[in-house]
């Protein structure tokens, strides 16, 4: 079992930065935020291996967004810089088994979720 709070999200100008948290309890693999905004589907945006340390970005976030780990207060961190308006959403964290690397950002492929963190992005 693993569980997943999530935190961090606010409202922000075009250009700005937040910084997304996931606390997370229990052993997995894989951890990615996804992110869902209205009338569209979730869409994964980054993806850490835990133990190894591989990342994975959706291409619209590559060079914006950072997904780290904080080994003191297990938690990964989404560090979101140049914020868009398009980034405006719901992000959730998510936490995943064994995943090639075809699979880290799809949804269907993570079992655990966290509550999500509404982020807005005003132009």
């Known amino acids: 079992q693993v569980y997943l709070v999530d935190s961090g999200g606010g409202s922000v100008q075009a250009g700005g930065s937040l910084r997304l948290s996931c606390e997370f309890s229990g052993f997995t693999y894989w951890m990615a935020w996804f992110r869902q905004a209205p009338g569209k589907e979730r869409e994964g945006v980054a993806a850490?291996?835990?133990?190894?340390?591989?990342?994975i970005y959706a291409d619209s976030v590559k060079g914006r967004f950072t997904i780290s780990r904080d080994n003191v207060k297990n938690t990964v961190d989404l560090q979101m810089n140049s914020l868009e308006p398009d980034d405006t959403a719901m992000y959730y964290c998510?936490?995943?088994?064994?995943?090639?690397?075809?699979?880290?950002?799809?949804?269907?492929?993570?079992?655990?979720w966290g509550q999500g963190t509404q982020v807005t992005v005003s132009s």
């Open positions: 998510a936490a995943g088994g064994a995943l090639g690397i075809s699979r880290v950002l799809a949804r269907d492929s993570y079992k655990y």
């Open positions: 850490l291996h835990i133990l190894g340390g591989s990342t």
